[in-house]
Nanobody, 124 residues
């Protein structure tokens, strides 16, 4: 059974930083990607960043240069962190970690393995 668990959300003023952490267990990380997504208020689910088993890293344009994704593994358990700096109010939303995540119809969790999400609130 694959389990995905996020932590680290919270509230911060604009310009501040937060670090999200995700633990993925039971997932075979081969020809796959682990990533972060977000559901912002009134908007569709949005891809934020991912890292593949070959360490290819992708960021959506709006977070490039501000967010950093990292991955580590220990006894088959994967940790995927997202360091978020220079946060903006537009970064507010529920952040989801996913293994081989698929978005469809603007909705998160259309496929793959997803966590329950963690709230990030950035105030002006």
């Amino acid at each position: 059974e694959v389990t995905v668990l996020e932590s680290g959300g919270g509230s911060v003023q604009a310009g501040g930083s937060l670090r999200l952490s995700c633990t993925v267990s039971g997932f075979i990380f081969h020809d796959a990607a682990l990533g972060w997504y977000r559901q912002t208020p009134g908007n569709e689910c949005e891809f934020v960043s991912s890292i593949s088993d070959t360490e290819e890293i992708i960021y959506t344009e709006s977070v490039r240069g501000r967010f950093t994704i990292s991955h580590s593994q220990d006894n088959g358990k994967h940790t995927v962190d997202l360091q978020m700096n220079s946060l903006k109010p537009t970064d507010t939303g529920v952040y989801y970690c996913a293994a081989d995540g698929i978005i469809m119809g603007g909705l998160c969790a259309a496929g793959g393995y997803w966590g329950q999400g963690t709230q990030v609130t950035v105030t002006a």
